[in-house]
């Protein structure tokens, strides 16, 4: 009989929270990693001193020895040497289906291409403020697997990845959601619709599945046959939270029932209305009582990196949305926030385009745009898109694009820093950029 043997594959957060779990658990097991110099590599070989790595290109001797693959959301299972391993009938994991399996408490789970994480966050915040014991991880913040160490846990709420979704088999969520689908990781997935349905996947075995009435992409289907909820940015009819205007007044509803002012959400922006009404839906799918959750909506500040106002200057207000990687994303932030301004938006935008359609952000950037400056690898393609609708600027650094947008901006208008781009090509990683960012911008003198 074969050895039992579990080998990790990825060594970022996702793939050290996999080998504390199973070493807790007394599961033999090693790793590997297609980086050579993987970032957790000395966190990894000092906890778990022994255990067997290999790095660079997989190792096809050491997967041939595994009875169980745990796959990071990095490594796309279409990678030979794991299509390999599936092609064996080896059962391929990630770190979801391993919580899922012990996890004792409910389940809510969030996905979408965009607002994951303010959604989950807002949703994390409104349980505690109903007095629920809440674990809030996943995509987000903490791994999963490291959540289990908690005592008393009432509730996890946890934001999912669609590579995660591809590798998770056995969620039962309380609640489930897919926020909004828009083209993303077309590097990964062949089609939208390849994509849609790794998203879709969350709604399986769902309780309370809840939907965007303002995205059909979203929609979990007419087999599904349990509790369904939405939210829309339109009148909420049957079911739905959304918005409904009085005396010249627009509120938050649940269906013909006036929630909360749109005025007093501390953030701008429809984008963010949206979010609003998704978490009250997530929430009240749930069982959570609205008045805790009004109060949340009204005391959350946001999430850094995510239209984040870091200055107001001279009368131009600079919103960092670093988060913004991908084309749906900074679509939702020229929308919301060019909307909600009396001037018009400077955008800083580029990065790696990940084989991005950006023919989707033309005609919001006419309408919102003042100006464009551009950055990065995918600079040249935006530019050919954008076209001459828009005055456009090249940077060759985020601080040279912070003084050309500070030259071009005037009273009234806001700096939007949303690449529709990964951030890989000049910076670590997407907070990297946004750091880099507000660094630059609280350097601005007169």
């Known amino acids: 009989m074969k050895e039992e043997l579990y080998v990790i594959v990825g060594l970022g ?21 297609t980086r050579s110099s993987p970032p957790n590599m000395a966190e990894f070989k000092k906890q778990f001193p022994g255990v067997p790595i290999s790095v660079g290109k997989l190792d096809d001797t050491l997967l041939d020895r595994a009875s169980k693959i745990i796959i ?14 599936i092609a064996r009938g080896v059962s391929v994991i990630g770190d979801i289906e391993l919580f899922t399996l012990c996890a004792k408490a409910p389940i809510i789970a969030i996905t979408g291409t965009n607002a994951k994480s303010t959604v989950t966050t807002l949703v994390g915040e409104m349980a505690a403020a109903a007095g629920v014991k809440v674990q809030v991880g996943g995509n987000l913040g ?25 590798t998770t088999f056995s969620l039962a969520p309380e609640v489930a959601t897919v926020l909004n689908i828009t083209p993303d990781h077309m590097d990964r997935y062949a089609t939208l619709e390849n994509y849609r349905n790794a998203k879709q996947h969350i709604y399986s075995n769902c309780q309370v599945a809840v939907s965007n009435r303002d995205d059909p992409l979203t929609d979990c289907g007419q087999q599904y046959q349990k509790q369904k909820l939405s939210f829309t940015l339109e009148e909420p009819q049957q079911n739905e939270f959304g918005l409904l205007t009085k005396n010249n007044e627009t509120y938050l509803a649940l269906e013909n029932q006036l929630l909360l002012p749109v005025r007093e959400l501390p ?11 998704a978490a009250l839906a997530i929430g009240h799918g749930y069982g959570l009582p609205l008045e805790p959750m009004l109060q949340t909506l ?46 018009r ?5 580029g990065g790696v385009g990940k084989n991005a359609d950006f023919s989707p952000l033309v005609m919001p950037i006419a309408r919102y745009v003042r100006s464009v400056v551009l950055i990065g690898e995918a600079a040249s393609i935006l530019a050919a898109v954008i076209g001459d609708r828009v005055e ?13 947008a500070d030259n071009i901006a005037i009273e009234g208008d806001s700096v939007l820093l949303s690449p529709a781009c990964a951030s890989l090509d000049m910076f670590n990683n997407f907070e990297h950029r946004g750091e880099v960012f507000t660094q630059a911008v609280q350097g601005l003198t007169d």
């Open 345 to 349: 938006l400077v955008l800083i935008a």
């Open 392 to 404: 456009v600027s090249f940077a060759k650094s985020m601080e040279e694009a912070v003084a050309v």
């Open 72 to 85: 990071s959301p990095g490594i796309s299972l279409q990678e030979p040497a794991i299509a390999r391993q």
């Open 298 to 343: 009204v005391s959350f500040k946001g999430l850094p990196h995510r239209c984040q106002l870091v200055r107001e200057r001279q009368g131009v207000l600079w919103y960092n949305d670093s988060k913004g990687t991908n084309v749906g994303a900074t679509l939702a932030a020229i929308e919301g926030l060019g909307s909600a301004i009396e001037g």
């Open 267 to 277: 953030i701008l922006g429809r984008h963010y209305q949206a979010n609003a009404l």
């Open 13 to 33: 957060a996702t793939g050290l929270s996999c080998a504390r779990y199973l070493a807790q658990q007394a599961i033999p097991f090693a790793a590997m990693d």
């Open 142 to 166: 903490i791994p999963a697997l490291d959540l289990l160490s908690a005592t008393d846990v009432e509730l996890f709420v946890l934001e999912l990845s669609s590579f995660q979704l591809e």
